[in-house]
């Protein structure tokens, strides 16, 4: 099935520092959303988006809805231990057509 | 709240047998439910789509007589592998859509380990 292609596929960096990861299509989707996965669970949603060009914050975390509707960008500010993980990025038509496309991911993994 | 659960965790079983996977929605009724497998270090791909009292729309290359798929309750669907091998050893994962949304809440996976 298709995928997006979400990057970097993985990310080292020290905490404090900040994150910036994203994720394009070669369609349009009408939502965007940004999942994180811990090991051995399911994904946790952490940022929908719902208009083009729109910025949404959720404390730490940034996301924005690309103006073309083909791709979306997460940041993590000011990173923590518990930011590591997975990232997925997930794209929706809506409109009655519910399935979730789902990135490649991103895998953050923090140097103490 | 809009909590998922599912049962088991996980499971251990021999080739050749068949195991049942429970997605339930505990404190919302879901009109819609998916089921996702995830292979090691692979991202989450959509296998099917269930709705409540109704047959569930299968991706392409996702068989529907070996993964049977089950949505009797606006509470319950169940994902039974049939004739289970060592490549259907995955992690499978369900979402449940609350009535009137589009959100998709996930459970926490069932790790299935065949041998």
């Known amino acids: 099935g298709q995928q997006l292609n979400q990057s970097p596929q993985s990310m080292f960096i020290q905490e404090g520092e900040d994150v910036s990861m994203n994720c394009t299509s070669s369609?349009?989707?009408?939502?965007w959303l940004w999942y994180k996965q811990d090991p051995g669970e399911g994904p946790v949603l952490l940022i929908a988006?719902?208009?083009?060009?729109e910025l949404t914050s959720n404390g730490r975390l940034t996301a924005q809805f690309g103006i073309t509707r083909k791709d979306s960008f997460l940041n993590i500010s000011a990173s923590i231990p518990s930011d590591v993980g997975i990232y997925f990025c997930?794209?929706?038509?809506?409109?009655?057509?519910?399935?979730?496309?789902f990135g490649t991911g991103t895998r953050l993994t923090i140097i103490p | 709240g809009a909590v998922v659960s599912q049962h088991p965790s996980r499971v251990i079983c021999k080739s050749g047998t068949s195991v049942k996977i429970e997605c339930r929605s505990l404190?919302?009724?879901?009109?819609?439910m998916f089921w996702y497998r995830q292979f090691p270090k692979q991202s989450l791909m959509l296998m099917a789509t269930?709705?409540?009292?109704?047959?569930?729309?299968?991706e392409q290359g996702v068989e529907k007589d070996k993964f049977l798929i089950n949505h009797a309750s606006l509470t319950l669907s169940t994902l039974t592998v049939t004739s289970a091998h060592p490549e259907d050893s995955s992690f499978y994962i369900c979402?449940?859509?609350?009535?009137?949304?589009?959100?998709?809440?996930f459970g926490p996976g069932t790790r299935l380990l065949v041998l």
């Open positions: 369609s349009i989707f009408n939502t």
């Open positions: 979402s449940a859509e609350r009535r009137g949304e589009e959100t998709q809440y």
């Open positions: 404190d919302f009724q879901a009109t819609t």
């Open positions: 269930s709705n409540e009292g109704s047959k569930a729309t299968y």
């Open positions: 997930a794209g929706q038509l809506g409109f009655g057509n519910e399935k979730l496309t």
């Open positions: 988006l719902y208009k083009a060009g």
